[in-house]
């Protein structure tokens, strides 16, 4: 019996399972691909985000888990009428 089951291994996901661990519940962390994986969102993880992997479990975001290239200065989206948003941030 878990008192948690937390859907999907990506950065919030294993942030809280480790955080509800940490509280003392057992937790069930589940996955539907095998790590790491292909993601849709190029895997790209923002500046915040790897100071989170950081903190929450004391070490580095593994390079061999990083798009490539490793260096990433943002994004820019483009919606169905070709306009472009850019959202710039550092990441990897």
């Known amino acids: 019996m878990y008192d948690a089951v937390v859907a999907g291994a990506g950065p919030a996901g294993a942030a809280a399972a480790k955080a509800l661990c940490e509280a003392g519940r057992r937790v069930l962390l589940v996955e539907r691909f095998r790590l790491p994986r292909y993601k ?49 941030q550092e990441g990897r």
């Open 40 to 88: 849709s969102c190029s895997g790209i993880l923002i500046k915040k985000s790897l100071g989170l992997v950081k903190q929450y479990f004391g070490e580095e975001v593994p390079s061999a888990v990083c798009c490539a290239p490793v260096e990433n200065r943002g994004m820019i989206f483009t919606d169905d009428k070709g306009r472009e948003y850019a959202f710039r």
